[in-house]
């Protein structure tokens, strides 16, 4: 059986560390805010302008549908921690890329432990 291979030279999916950014917009006078009029958008393309700088390797950062934590936006969620950033400004930013960078949650963050 042969393996497939991307153009990236990967044999098998995955990352090491993935991270959604709500770009949710409601209409105007939704009765809840939403994240993408909040510049969610523009936060996740400085995001992904600076982990190329980082050089960081085998991490995709991505536009996700609401999160369902729309008054606390623009939301981020990075897994495999299940740990939730509110992008309320360039020290949130640094916060999540550190964790994207070094695959830890920092300090600061929300993380949320599953249910056993
Ligand atoms: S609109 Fe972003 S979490 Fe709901």
Wanted: contains cysteine; positive net charge; aromatic residues 6%.
């Amino acid at each position: 059986m042969t393996v497939p291979t991307d153009p990236k030279g990967r044999t098998q999916p995955g990352f090491d560390v993935h991270a959604f950014i709500c770009g949710h917009e409601r209409p105007e006078g939704a009765t809840r805010p939403s994240c993408g009029h909040r510049g969610s958008m523009t936060l996740l393309k400085h995001m992904k302008a600076s982990l190329r700088e980082r050089s960081v390797k085998n991490v995709r950062i991505q536009k996700s549908g609401c999160l369902d934590h729309c008054e606390f936006g623009p939301m981020c969620v990075v897994y495999p921690q299940g740990t939730w950033y509110r992008l309320m400004g360039d020290e949130d930013l640094e916060k999540v890329l550190n964790h994207l960078e070094a695959n830890q949650p920092q300090s600061g963050a929300f993380v949320r432990l599953t249910d056993s």
